[in-house]
């Protein structure tokens, strides 16, 4: 591959990831309502993509009945949450006649991932929040460049071929020093580094799971909605292994510094 083709996605990849940044930050530092509404229309615009990916016939009633469904969990009693989304979720998987079984785990995956990231924001603060989104932003962009840069073997070449174990191991890396510059803000010290390389490799697999269904569907994208990211699974399916992992640690009083 050449130079020029090698860093032909550079360009545009830059300045969504801007817009997004911007977008994302006033959103975090919002929260409330504001926030729980971008997770519930990230949460739908995910569903539309896979339903699309699998041929379902109404893709755009299941993103918004998957938007309407995280939008209410985010504000109704915790022990009603599962039941919600499970069911929306299986409403969603049985218009497909074929492959509902990764269908249905693309779907829950992707409604549980948002519905932790608005819990995590309603509940930890903005703090724990940016802290989780700049780990896998870093852990993405060190992969990124290092992949590109370095080469060498691959991470998983069945299911993810352009993933390197350069490039994976710079996103551990990135995602320590993150967690060793939010120690002193979030309270919780040094524990914060191997917690945070480890919401970095959370992150790398869910871009890993997703890499898996698009090979399923042989399709290089999940949507072109992003210039230079394909669609929001693309871009944030990382966050959603992320904050799944987070919020696991959370509810088990495994994060350091959390009483």
Known sequence: MSVTARWSDLAPRVMSGLVMIVLGAVAIWLGGVVFGAVVAVLSGLMVWEGARMFAAPDAGRSGVLAAAAVALSLWLPGLVVLPLLLAATLVTVSAVDRE????????????LGCYAMGLLRAEAGVIWVLWMVVIVVVSDVAGYFAGRSLGGPKFWPRISPKKTWSGTIAGWIGAGIVGAVFAWPTGAGLALIPVSILVGFAGQMGDIAESAIKRLREVKDSSNLIPGH????????????AALVVVILWALGLMPGVA
């Open 230 to 241: 394909g669609g929001v699974l693309d871009r944030f399916d990382a966050m959603l292994g």
């Open 100 to 111: 509902r079984g990764p269908f249905f785990a693309l779907t829950l995956w992707a409604l």
